[in-house]
C-alpha cells in the first residue's frame, strides 16, 4: 500500500511538472507573438493544454507568469551564452552570434515591454546585470590593466556593442546577414579595446 501510494505521488508531480512546463512554454510563445497587455491568463492555459484554475495555482497572475517565464529561462539563456571565452573579439561574436539568433527576439521584446510589468522589469534589469557580469568576465584582463574612468569607459563600450539593440539594429533594420553582424561586432570590439590608449592620452 505504501509503495503504491508513493507511486500515485510521484505520477501526481511528474504531472504537475510537465503542466508548469507546457505553462511557461506557451507563455513564452505567447510573449513572442503578442504585446504583453494583449496576453491572458486564459490564452495561455488555452495555448497550453490545462484548465484556467490549474494555470492560476501555478502562478498567481499575470505579473506572477512573467516572473515564473523569467526565472525558467534565465539559466537557458546563460548556459546558451556559454562560459566567457576570454577576450578574443572573435571568439566574443561567435557567442553573441550564437546566442542572438535563438534568443534575440525575447530579448526585445522583454527590453521594450519593460515598462508593463514590475516582473518584465525586474527580467530585464537581471538581464543587464547578466549581460554586464559576462563582458567583466570576459574583459577581465585588459579591464584589470586600466584605472578609473578608463576602466568603466571600455567596459560600457564592450556592453554597448555586443548588446542585442545592435545585433538587431544590423540584422533587423539594416539586412545584414548573422555572419555580417557577427563580424561587425568582433570589429568594434576590436575598436573598443584599441581606444583606451587614445583615452589615457586625452586625460587632463
Known amino acids: 500500500m ?5 507511486y500515485r505521488q510521484a505520477a501526481r508531480a511528474d504531472a504537475a511538472s510537465r503542466n508548469t512546463e507546457r505553462i511557461l512554454g506557451a507563455a513564452l510563445e505567447l510573449f513572442i507573438e503578442r504585446p504583453y497587455d494583449q496576453i491572458t491568463l486564459a490564452a495561455v492555459a488555452q495555448r497550453a493544454g490545462v484548465g484556467l484554475q490549474t494555470l492560476i495555482r501555478r502562478v498567481g497572475t499575470k505579473d506572477g507568469l512573467a516572473e515564473a517565464v523569467g526565472a525558467w529561462i534565465a539559466p537557458q539563456v546563460a548556459e546558451d551564452l556559454g562560459t566567457p571565452p576570454g577576450p578574443d573579439p572573435t571568439r566574443v561574436a561567435a557567442a553573441f552570434r550564437r546566442h542572438y539568433q535563438r534568443w534575440a527576439a525575447v530579448l526585445d521584446r522583454n527590453l521594450t515591454q519593460q515598462d508593463s510589468s514590475p ?20 574583459f577581465a584582463e585588459p579591464l584589470a590593466a ?19 539593440e545592435l545585433w538587431l539594429v544590423l540584422t533587423a533594420h539594416e539586412g545584414l546577414t548573422a555572419g555580417q553582424a557577427e563580424d561587425t561586432i568582433a570589429m568594434l570590439v576590436r575598436a573598443a579595446l584599441a581606444a583606451p590608449d587614445a583615452d589615457r592620452k586625452q586625460e587632463p
Open 146 to 164: 586600466l584605472a578609473e574612468p578608463v576602466r568603466s569607459t571600455l567596459r560600457a563600450r564592450l556592453v554597448a556593442v555586443t548588446g542585442v
Open 2 to 6: 505504501k509503495e503504491t501510494r508513493q
Open 119 to 138: 516582473a518584465l522589469a525586474a527580467n530585464a534589469e537581471g538581464g543587464r546585470r547578466a549581460h554586464r557580469e559576462w563582458i567583466e568576465e570576459a
